[in-house]
Each structure stands twice: as C-alpha cells, then as structure tokens.
C-alpha cells in the first residue's frame, strides 16, 4: 500500500522559514512526479510545486523565488523549503506522489505564518 507522510508544517512569524518533507513508502518503482498542493481554510486546494522524477521543476507565480522543491529518489523523499513565509501562505500543505500505478495524497500538514 502507497503511503505519502509529510512532515515539517507549524508555526513561524512572517518573514520565517519552514521546510516541509513528504516521504513515500510501499512502492519500488521510479516516481514520475511529487508535487506539494494547499488548501486554506474556506479555499480550494491549489498548486504549489512539482518535480520531475529526472529534477525539473514548476512553481505557481505566488511562490516562486520563495520557495525550493527537491527530491531524492533514493529515499523517495521531497522536500519543500519555503522562505520568506508570508500570512498568506497559510493553509494545509499536501504532498501529490504520481507512479505508473497511479496518483497517491499524503494527509496533510499545517502551516501557519503570523502577521
């Protein structure tokens, strides 16, 4: 069974930083793509990141230059940097994993950026 686990979300004040990680497990074959969607409160979920199993990346408008997607394939590990947090930025942080097999969500992490 797929699992996607992130991990890293909290509270920090404007201006702060917070990295986020999401890991896989149950799965061996090579990933396709990982991305990092949010959801604030009274919003849809929308598009934060992606990254290509081979490393090339798509940020939305809003948080490009702030924020860094990586992966390490070898852990089946993402990671999001944010920097330059702003209250908007708040919301729940969800990790996408897609394989060949299918599309696979982790549950979840909360960030909060105070004013």
């Known amino acids: 069974q797929v699992q996607l686990v992130e991990s890293g979300g909290g509270l920090v004040q404007a201006g702060g930083s917070l990295r986020l990680s999401c890991a896989a497990s149950?799965?061996?074959?090579?990933?396709?793509?990982m991305g990092w969607y949010r959801q604030a409160p009274g919003k849809r979920r929308e598009f934060v990141a992606i990254?290509?199993?081979?490393?090339?990346?798509q940020y939305a408008s809003s948080v490009k230059d702030r924020f860094t997607i990586s992966i390490d394939n070898a852990k089946s590990t993402a990671t999001l940097q944010m920097n330059s947090l702003k209250p908007e930025d708040t919301a729940v942080y969800y990790c996408n994993g897609r394989w060949d097999v299918g599309s696979y969500w982790g549950q979840g992490t909360q960030v909060t950026v105070s004013s």
């Open positions: 149950g799965i061996s074959s090579s990933i396709n793509l």
């Open positions: 990254i290509s199993g081979d490393g090339n990346t």
